[in-house]
């Protein structure tokens, strides 16, 4: 495997930079052919131009590989992008950079998605939901704050993939199931709590004793036994129906609009 030296070095840090910011335009041209391969070309063309700057047949190569099916996490692409670049600046044979492509974009994928859409982002727009429901302009602010630092980390990621080039397939695999598993039991405790704190699910008949006593079906009797047992009930047979029987979720938010103005009518909620 040919080594990348410093002699055959023609990508800078300020191209790397650039290749982490290109990388936005990932799902540019996002399609259910290829996901998102016209993007991941795009990003990547201007440094492959420099690399293969007397090349044709080489670029076109390259050009032709990155144009195929590839679906991974926009916030991490950056590191694979930067590993493909070192390994196509030092001229690596075309089987292996396509081999690594192929193997590495799905794990990424995984360990995003565990992160930040399931984990980190969640927890921030709760945060920050709550304080805007506080009238705390300082929500808001936080949360897009936040957002723009997640952005700029593709930078950050791009050169960490570049600077491991090959070295990245170890960690990895070391890191991956650990990384993933901890985000996800992370993940589900938080969606828990979100759970309990934004789904509100609250009945209002009450029961007659005698003439001096009633009691109330929902504080006094559903509560006394599970707290939140209907917000979580009707959360997990929602999502029973979305995995299991493949319904459409926007069936599923029409039917609960729906479904809360009957009961409200009624005067059950």
Request: hydrophobic fraction near 50%; charge should be positive; aromatic fraction near 12%.
């Amino acid at each position: 495997m040919a080594s990348n030296n410093n002699s055959s070095k023609v990508v800078t840090k300020q191209d790397i930079t650039k290749l982490g910011l290109l990388s936005t335009f990932l799902q540019a041209s996002f399609n259910y052919e290829r996901m998102q391969a016209g993007g991941f070309l795009v990003s990547q063309l201007p440094l492959l131009k420099k690399i293969y700057k007397d090349d044709k047949e080489g670029l076109s190569a390259a050009m032709q590989d990155n144009l195929e099916f590839i679906n991974t996490h926009p916030n991490l692409v950056g590191f694979l992008m930067g590993l493909l670049i070192s390994l196509e600046e030092a001229k690596e044979d075309r089987a292996t950079i396509k081999g690594l492509k192929v193997a590495l974009f799905a794990p990424l994928a995984g360990i995003g998605d565990a992160i930040f859409w399931f984990t980190i982002l969640p927890i921030m727009a709760g945060i920050c939901s709550s304080m805007a429901l506080n009238n705390s302009i300082l929500g808001p602010i936080l949360f897009f704050a936040f957002y723009l630092m997640v952005f700029l980390l593709r930078i950050v990621w791009t050169h960490l993939g570049y600077n491991l080039g090959t070295k990245a397939i170890i960690t990895i695999k070391e890191t991956s199931t650990l990384i993933g598993k901890a985000a996800t039991v992370l993940g589900c405790t938080v969606i828990g709590g979100l759970i309990a704190s934004y789904v509100n699910i609250t009945l209002l008949p009450e029961i007659v004793v005698n003439e001096f006593t009633t009691v109330s079906l929902q504080a006094d009797f559903l509560d006394k036994i599970f707290p939140n047992i209907l917000p979580f009930g009707y959360v997990f047979f929602l999502y029973y129906l979305l995995v299991k029987k493949k319904t459409s979720p926007v069936i599923l938010i029409i039917s609960t609009f729906i479904l809360s103005i009957i009961l409200s009518f009624l005067g059950i909620l």
